[in-house]
Every structure is written in C-alpha cells, then in structure tokens.
C-alpha cells in the first residue's frame, strides 16, 4: 500500500519546483470544492494525507483548531513547513498510506488531494484514512477522472490514470463510509508530455476532469431510534425524546418543551406540521393523535385517484391515510416502517376505520419491500433524517419510482454542521435534530440518486441548535420520464480528457 520507489523519487525530485508544477495540474477551485464538502467546524481536528507542499493544508489551517500534514516525502514536507509556517496549529508527520501515525477513531475528517492514484491499493488506502476517523467524521478525496494518457505513469510516476467514479462510489462503501457523493470539483487537471509520441493523441496535452468524493463514517443509530420510536408506539404519546403531538406540531418539534421533558428541550426547534384542521378529522384518531412529523409532505404532491403512493417511515399510519382518500378511487398506498409497534397500530388503525387501500409493510428506507418501478409517488415525512445512509434512501426511491415519479419529502435540515459530539447521542437523533444533514448535502444526495427538478420550500417554524439553525422543509423532486435518459451521475464520465462536465 504504500507509494512505489518511483514515486518516492519523482517527488523528491520535484518538491522544490512542485508549487509552479501543481498550479498548471490543479488550482483553488479544487480546494474551494474539497472543503466546502467538508462541512468543517473550528473545534475539529483533521489530516492532510499526501500533502504534498500544503496546498490543501492551507486552506484548513485557518478553519479548525489543529491540522496534521502527512507525507511520504521529506523534500515535500520541509517545503510545506516553509509554506505554511504562519501557521501555529499545523503538525507534521514523515508516513505514507500504509500506516497513517493516528489512533483510531481520533480525527475529525481527512482529506486526500492527487494521493491515491500514487497508490499501489487504493482501496487499502482509503480503509487507512477511514480507520483514523472518528464516527460521523468525513472523508474527502479529490483526484482526476479515468483517461487515456498513458505518458503520465512514465513521466509523473503515476501509478493509476484516474479513477472511474462508479468505482470510487464502491470504494468508499466497502471502507464503511455512508452519504457518499462523487461530484465534479469545476476543474480540469492540465499537463503536457515532455516527449510526446503518437500513442499519446487525440491530444498532445492531458485535460482531465477532477472528482471531489466524499463520504462519512458510519455511527449506528438505528437500533437506537427503533427503541425510542417503538416506545412511543407502544404508549399511544411521544416520549421525552419526542414531546408529544399537538394539532401544532408533530414529535420531531415540541410546541411546549417543559410539557414533557422539562428544561432539556429548550432549544428544540418546534417545527409545525402542516396539516389543515380538515385533514386532521378525517384521518383515523388513533393516527392523527401520534403525528411525529415536521411538515406535510402531501401539501403539495398533487396525488391523483388511481395511483400508487408509498410512505417511507409511514409510523403510525397518519400520511398514509391522507394519501388513501386522495388516490380513491383505484389508487393504493403502501406504508413501510421498521417498527412492529408502529405497524401493529397503523394494521389497527386500517382495520377499525375500514381503510382497504392501504397496507402497512415492515422494512427499512435503506430497502424499501416494493418492486423496481412499482410506484407513482414517494412520501416521508420527518423519516428521512433518522437514517444514517440517506443517500442509499433516495437510490432505493428512485429504484421504486416509476420513470416520470415523484418525490415528496417532509424533513429537518440544518443550516450547516452539527457538532459531532451532539451527532454521537442517539437522543438526539430520536429528536430528529442531530441526524440533520446540512441542506446542500441533503439536496446533493438526492441529485446524485438520479432525481432532476428538486425543488426545496423551507418551513418558517426553525430553532437552533449549538449556534446552527435547524428548520423542516418540503422538498420535490421527479425520476426523469420514459423518454428522457437518466443523466450518468453514477457513472464514468464521456470523454475525460475534454473536460468532461467540468468544463
């Protein structure tokens, strides 16, 4: 795993020249990009593996309270000390990837800028980083997209010629990361061969696309939000970890804290739910009386008789109910929910109000118990956040959607980061507070599902929560139609060395 002699050479040949070679390969769009994903915050501890001269290390060290640089070169890393020595809070470190000088679980993310393809195994390399991540910490690695310039190994001591983002998609699943994205940063890396031949056309200079891929350490939250969501199942009310419904608001946002809970829900947003005093009365009581949501996601999906409706995280039924009398006559709703409890009420609840269009299923959004295509609409409602894998959630929406469906979500976002140290209590999450993602992470994994015309329309009931603002919204998005390709996201992209969809 760790990098070839000729690796090792070619950098310590360069390190005193590699800032003027590095601008013309890649510049600040890449960083700007690398650490946007990040969703730094300034109490974090992170490393810059493959460092290099600082480039990426520059632009953290301002932004969190400690950065380790690491690299395999000792010529690159005295230039770095040079490059960087306005900076107190930066350590530096003399490894490579196979063996990175930090304890499990103890940084906040890492991040990996032109390193792995230098990597004989990539996919030990990116199982190292994630080891030395904390759980709920990210992973961030920037690098070029496969191509075709073969002058690069000889030359550069390349080892790999890019990657395909399909396989950095896989890459970063098996090492255990999820929400994983794999995005365009907005730039090409550009490099000219010193002795170019023929092998070398269709062009004699390499423009290549550069990747960002991002993903986060997984923190097992779900036997923890089953418990507390079967409890309140089981009570008939919410329970202090979700105060309980009022016609106002739903579990995930109390209306009056101390009701339940006391003092230790005072800066719990209260989130409204959305729904209309009609709707309320013509939903089974037993459903309405346990609304843990924190919208209506029906508001405005615009469902029609006839078809098929599936509610993720469908709990007590309420949603359900809603969406059944909207698609009467010859439409159907499935619910799914991984709770007995909650299937065991909403089974009840469908049998004494003679409800027949509607089955409650048990299942996780991570895998929905529905065929490929089956339904015409997709609901959740204050759901979605509970899970940690909300990317594998809207990857196994778009598998259930028809071509030309619908997605209609309800859920609690946040303004930006959470502290991981209130991401790591299982309470919160059951509050439907630290298991929010920031909103453009949210609406990226949706986009890198497939889905197209996502449009978000924000609650104006929100609270704060450690300095973030945390507040629901009702987001739309559509599978594309039968007659339009699905955009390849997921795939390798057309043409590497033409820029690609960096442009």
Same mark, same amino acid.
């Given at each position: 795993?760790?990098?070839?002699?000729? $690796?090792?050479?070619?950098?310590?040949?360069?390190?005193?020249? !590699?800032?003027?070679?590095?601008?013309?390969?890649?510049?600040?769009?890449?960083?700007?990009?690398?650490?946007?994903?990040?969703?730094?915050?300034?109490?974090?501890?992170?490393?810059?593996?493959?460092?290099?001269?600082?480039?990426?290390?520059?632009?953290?060290?301002?932004?969190?309270?400690?950065?380790? =640089?690491?690299?395999?070169?000792?010529?690159? &890393?005295?230039?770095?000390?040079?490059?960087?020595?306005?900076?107190?809070?930066?350590? +530096?470190?003399?490894?490579?990837?196979?063996?990175?000088?930090?304890?499990?679980?103890?940084?906040?993310?890492?991040?990996?800028?032109?390193?792995?393809?230098?990597?004989?195994?990539?996919?030990?390399?990116?199982?190292?980083?994630?080891?030395?991540? #904390?759980?709920?910490? #990210?992973?961030?690695?920037?690098?070029?997209?496969?191509? /075709?310039?073969?002058?690069?190994?000889?030359?550069?001591?390349?080892? !790999?010629?890019?990657?395909?983002?399909?396989?950095?998609?896989? !890459?970063?699943?098996?090492?255990?990361?999820?929400?994983?994205?794999?995005?365009?940063?907005?730039? *090409?890396?550009?490099?000219?061969?010193?002795?170019?031949?023929?092998?070398?056309? /269709?062009?004699?200079?390499?423009?290549? *696309?550069?990747?960002?891929?991002?993903?986060?350490?997984?923190?097992?939250?779900?036997?923890?939000?089953?418990?507390?969501?079967?409890?309140?199942?089981?009570?008939? *009310?919410?329970?202090?970890?979700?105060?309980?419904?009022?016609?106002?608001?739903?579990?995930?946002?109390?209306?009056?804290?101390?009701?339940?809970?006391?003092?230790?829900?005072?800066?719990?947003?209260?989130?409204?739910?959305?729904?209309?005093?009609?709707?309320? *009365?013509?939903?089974?009581?037993?459903?309405?009386?346990? $609304?843990?949501?924190?919208?209506?996601? &029906?508001?405005?999906?615009?469902?029609?008789?006839?078809?098929?409706?599936?509610?993720?995280?469908?709990?007590?039924?309420?949603?359900?109910?809603?969406?059944?009398?909207?698609?009467?006559?010859?439409?159907?709703?499935?619910?799914?929910?991984?709770?007995?409890?909650?299937?065991?009420?909403?089974?009840?609840?469908?049998?004494?109000?003679?409800?027949?269009?509607?089955?409650?299923?048990?299942? +996780?959004?991570?895998?929905?118990?529905?065929?490929?295509?089956?339904?015409?609409?997709?609901?959740?409602?204050?759901?979605?956040?509970?899970?940690?894998?909300?990317?594998?959630?809207?990857?196994?929406?778009?598998?259930?959607?028809?071509?030309?469906?619908?997605?209609? =979500?309800?859920?609690?976002?946040?303004?930006?980061?959470?502290?991981?140290?209130?991401?790591?209590?299982?309470?919160? !999450?059951?509050?439907?507070?630290?298991?929010?993602? /920031?909103?453009?992470?949210?609406?990226?994994?949706?986009?890198?599902?497939?889905?197209?015309?996502?449009?978000?329309?924000?609650?104006?009931?929100?609270?704060?929560?450690?300095?973030?603002?945390?507040?629901?919204?009702?987001?739309?998005?559509?599978?594309?139609?039968? +007659?339009?390709? #699905?955009?390849?996201?997921?795939?390798?992209?057309?043409?590497?060395?033409?820029?690609?969809?960096?442009?």
């Amino acid at each position: 795993m760790s990098m070839t002699q000729a $690796s090792s050479e070619y950098f310590e040949r360069v390190a005193g020249r !590699w800032d003027e070679i590095r601008a013309g390969y890649f510049g600040e769009a890449v960083r700007q990009t690398a650490i946007a994903k990040a969703y730094l915050r300034p109490e974090m501890a992170v490393a810059d593996v493959g460092a290099g001269t600082g480039f990426i290390a520059a632009g953290l060290a301002p932004l969190v309270k400690r950065v380790y =640089v690491v690299d395999g070169s000792p010529a690159m &890393l005295d230039v770095a000390r040079k490059n960087l020595d306005q900076f107190a809070n930066v350590e +530096y470190h003399l490894a490579d990837g196979s063996g990175l000088p930090f304890p499990e679980d103890s940084l906040d993310a890492v991040f990996a800028n032109m390193y792995l393809h230098h990597m004989p195994d990539p996919a030990a390399a990116i199982a190292e980083m994630v080891r030395v991540l #904390r759980p709920g910490g #990210r992973l961030v690695i920037t690098d070029m997209d496969e191509h /075709p310039h073969g002058w690069m190994k000889e030359e550069m001591a390349d080892i !790999w010629q890019g990657f395909s983002r399909e396989q950095m998609r896989e !890459w970063l699943a098996q090492a255990g990361l999820v929400n994983v994205i794999v995005d365009c940063t907005g730039q *090409s890396c550009c490099a000219e061969p010193a002795a170019p031949t023929e092998g070398d056309q /269709p062009a004699r200079e390499a423009k290549i *696309s550069v990747f960002v891929a991002t993903g986060t350490r997984r923190m097992q939250m779900r036997e923890a939000v089953r418990e507390n969501y079967a409890g309140i199942a089981r009570s008939g *009310s919410c329970s202090c970890s979700a105060p309980a419904a009022e016609s106002e608001s739903g579990c995930c946002g109390p209306s009056s804290a101390e009701n339940c809970c006391g003092e230790r829900q005072a800066q719990t947003p209260a989130l409204a739910n959305g729904y209309t005093t009609d709707e309320l *009365s013509t939903a089974p009581q037993e459903a309405a009386e346990i $609304s843990l949501g924190c919208g209506n996601p &029906l508001a405005l999906a615009g469902l029609k008789p006839g078809e098929v409706v599936l509610d993720i995280g469908s709990g007590g039924g309420l949603d359900a109910f809603l969406a059944a009398a909207k698609v009467s006559p010859g439409g159907r709703v499935i619910g799914v929910d991984m709770t007995d409890e909650m299937l065991e009420r909403a089974r009840a609840a469908a049998q004494r109000n003679q409800v027949a269009n509607v089955e409650f299923r048990k299942g +996780y959004a991570e895998e929905l118990p529905v065929a490929d295509g089956e339904v015409d609409v997709i609901i959740s409602n204050c759901v979605i956040n509970l899970t940690e894998d909300k990317g594998r959630v809207f990857r196994e929406a778009f598998r259930a959607l028809k071509p030309g469906g619908r997605l209609e =979500v309800s859920d609690v976002v946040a303004g930006g980061p959470v502290p991981i140290e209130l991401r790591e209590s299982a309470e919160g !999450w059951s509050e439907c507070v630290t298991g929010a993602l /920031p909103e453009k992470e949210y609406l990226d994994l949706i986009a890198q599902a497939g889905f197209e015309n996502i449009v978000t329309r924000r609650s104006p009931s929100a609270g704060e929560v450690a300095g973030v603002s945390i507040y629901s919204a009702i987001i739309s998005a559509q599978k594309p139609g039968p +007659y339009k390709k #699905r955009p390849s996201v997921l795939s390798n992209v057309r043409s590497t060395w033409e820029g690609s969809c960096c442009g």
